[in-house]
T-cell receptor, first 113, second 116 residues
Framework: SQTIHQWPATLVQPVGSPLSLECTVE??????LYWYRQAAGRGLQLLFY??????ISSEVPQNLSASRPQDRQFILSSKKLLLSDSGFYLC????????????FGSGTQLSVL | AQTVTQSQPEMSVQEAETVTLSCTYD???????LFWYKQPPSRQMILVIR??????QNATENRFSVNFQKAAKSFSLKISDSQLGDAAMYFC?????????????FGKGTHLIIQP
């Protein structure tokens, strides 16, 4: 069966520090991968998606970047965090060539202080 | 661009009663998917129910059912016999079915409170 792992679960970082959140999927090949952000009391905003290794599409211009160094690995990064980067970050996947239902990781609560 | 609107920030229902959560969406596509996701206090996103737009029959999953009105672009979720475990944020979501991979578009959510 397919599983998705996302870590860390909680992160507190000072303004201006770097960020690296990692997500891996097991039990499937060539998944579409996604990073969403959920601000407090808000819906989910799509940040990045990827259909393959090295292929990244950005939905919202911002202080963040994403990379996909391996087929089932998706990384969210920042060189210098801003206060506005605080939020709950969710990694998700679905089947290749499909815009079908998403399967989500357990999320990372990022607090930038 | 597609948009999803949930006009009820919060709903409250007595345990064992029925509640309906509203969702409307805007799209120019004729075929697409609609979803309801549940986010309990653990914040894990859980798929509740899924509807394919070309299917006229409303989807049902145990106590959860939808009222899909394609012409009105409405997709409401009905929860029957509400249970304490149903307390959560509920998100309506849309995706196109054209084989793309640009993910789901979510509404802002409805916070469902179950009164014991």
């Amino acid at each position: 069966s397919q599983t998705i792992h996302q870590w860390p679960a909680t992160l507190v970082q000072p303004v201006g520090s770097p960020l690296s959140l990692e997500c891996t999927v097991e039990g499937t090949s060539n998944p579409n991968l996604y990073w969403y952000r959920q601000a407090a009391g808000r819906g989910l905003q799509l940040l990045f998606y990827s259909v393959g290794i090295g292929q990244i599409s950005s939905e919202v211009p911002q202080n963040l970047s994403a990379s996909r160094p391996q087929d089932r690995q998706f990384i969210l990064s920042s060189k210098k965090l801003l206060l506005s980067d605080s939020g709950f970050y969710l990694c998700a996947w679905n089947k290749r060539r499909s815009n079908e239902k998403l399967f989500f990781g357990s999320g990372t609560q990022l607090s930038v202080l | 661009a597609q948009t999803v609107t949930q006009s009820q920030p919060e709903m409250s229902v007595q345990e064992a009663e029925t509640v309906t959560l509203s969702c409307t969406y805007d799209t120019s596509e004729s075929d697409y998917y609609l979803f309801w996701y549940k986010q309990p206090p653990s914040r894990q996103m859980i798929l509740v129910i899924r509807q394919e737009a070309y299917k006229q029959q409303n989807a049902t999953e145990n106590r959860f059912s939808v009222n899909f009105q394609k012409a009105a672009k409405s997709f409401s979720l009905k929860i029957s016999d509400s249970q304490l475990g149903d307390a959560a944020m509920y998100f309506c979501a849309y995706s196109g079915s054209g084989g793309g991979a640009d993910g789901l578009t979510f509404g802002k959510g409805t916070h469902l409170i179950i009164q014991p």
